[in-house]
């Protein structure tokens, strides 16, 4: 087998100490860690047109307020819109506190991460599936004049 370089017999006692050592590192030197990055959004950057809430936010609202008109309105018989001029307050208000649970963990920098089936890819696209449903089921209560559920 070839050697590749003097062997240890061969070299003065400086010149091992000198293969052997590691190089020392100052801690005067003006090589600084990096620190870790952080993946906060600001609220604006969050909320810009192409951010990461807008679409998710429209999406989530939908799901939840498809399924909450077409529940109430077939045990209560009354069109979304009738619904919606009763109790003005609630949606209001269930909104922004759903719309501010959503940002903030956007703006913390959390991922969007799968949980069996349900992964953001499928959610994206049942939220686009309720804004159309939504957009479809108030286009026809307010050309028929019935409830549709």
Same mark, same amino acid.
């Given at each position: 087998? !070839?050697?590749?370089?003097?062997?240890?017999?061969?070299?003065?006692?400086?010149?091992?100490?000198?293969?052997?050592?590691?190089?020392? #590192?100052?801690?005067?030197?003006?090589?600084?860690?990096?620190?870790?990055?952080?993946? =906060?959004?600001?609220?604006?950057?969050?909320?810009?047109?192409?951010?990461?809430?807008?679409?998710?936010? =429209?999406?989530?609202?939908?799901?939840?307020? &498809?399924?909450?008109?077409?529940? =109430?309105?077939?045990?209560?018989?009354?069109? #979304?819109?009738?619904?919606?001029?009763?109790?003005?307050? $609630?949606?209001?208000?269930?909104?922004?506190? &759903?719309?501010?649970?959503?940002? #903030?963990?956007?703006? !913390?920098?959390?991922?969007? @991460?799968?949980?069996?089936?349900?992964?953001? %890819?499928? @959610?994206?696209? =049942?939220? %686009?599936?309720?804004?159309?449903? $939504?957009?479809?089921?108030?286009?026809? @209560?307010?050309?028929?004049?019935?409830? $549709? $559920?």
């Amino acid at each position: 087998m !070839k050697s590749l370089g003097p062997s240890t017999s061969q070299l003065g006692s400086d010149q091992l100490a000198a293969a052997t050592s590691l190089p020392s #590192v100052s801690p005067y030197s003006s090589v600084q860690p990096t620190p870790p990055r952080s993946y =906060n959004v600001s609220l604006f950057d969050a909320l810009k047109f192409n951010g990461p809430a807008p679409e998710l936010i =429209n999406c989530r609202l939908a799901m939840i307020g &498809f399924l909450y008109a077409a529940s =109430n309105e077939a045990s209560s018989g009354k069109l #979304v819109l009738d619904q919606f001029k009763e109790a003005p307050w $609630f949606p209001l208000a269930f909104s922004a506190i &759903f719309i501010w649970a959503s940002l #903030v963990p956007i703006t !913390k920098g959390a991922k969007r @991460e799968s949980f069996g089936w349900f992964t953001p %890819r499928a @959610e994206l696209t =049942n939220g %686009r599936t309720a804004c159309l449903a $939504f957009a479809v089921l108030l286009l026809m @209560e307010q050309k028929s004049g019935v409830a $549709f $559920f």
